[in-house]
């Protein structure tokens, strides 16, 4: 079983970067793919980027190709998400995701987000 915790948000100005994490406290990191997601206001939850489990294979969202890298750490059991030229419409509510099935995890999740561990968010604003 996953417990997450996600970190790293804050407020920066459009061309920044930030470095999300997320910690698990259980002891099957390496069992689960990985996701980002994210949530604007008033808009539904969005896929970001996911991880295979081995670290092998990620899969982004179009929106932030060439900009988002994710990365994990099997040593310290967290996951990264680094945002690079960050732009307004990127201001959301972030969580990390947990699924054993990496087809999951990835669109078009054939099983919605409804199985998925979360973590409880980070808040990542980016002023223009």
């Known amino acids: 079983q996953v417990r997450l915790v996600d970190s790293g948000g804050g407020l920066v100005q459009a061309g920044a970067s930030l470095r999300l994490s997320c910690a698990d406290s259980?002891?099957?990191?390496?069992?689960?793919?990985m996701g980002w997601f994210r949530q604007a206001p008033g808009k539904e939850r969005e896929f970001v980027a996911a991880i295979s489990p081995n670290g092998g294979t990620t899969n982004y969202a179009d929106s932030v190709k060439g900009r988002f890298a994710i990365s994990r750490d099997v040593a310290k059991s967290t996951v990264y998400l680094q945002m690079n030229s960050l732009k307004p419409e990127d201001t959301a509510v972030y969580y990390c995701?947990?699924?054993?099935?990496?087809?999951?995890?990835?669109?078009?999740?054939?099983?919605?987000?409804?199985?998925?561990?979360w973590g409880q968010g980070t808040q990542v604003t980016v002023s223009s």
């Open positions: 259980g002891r099957t990191f390496s069992r689960y793919a």
């Open positions: 995701a947990a699924d054993p099935n990496f087809g999951n995890i990835i669109p078009p999740h054939p099983l919605g987000f409804r199985m998925f561990t």
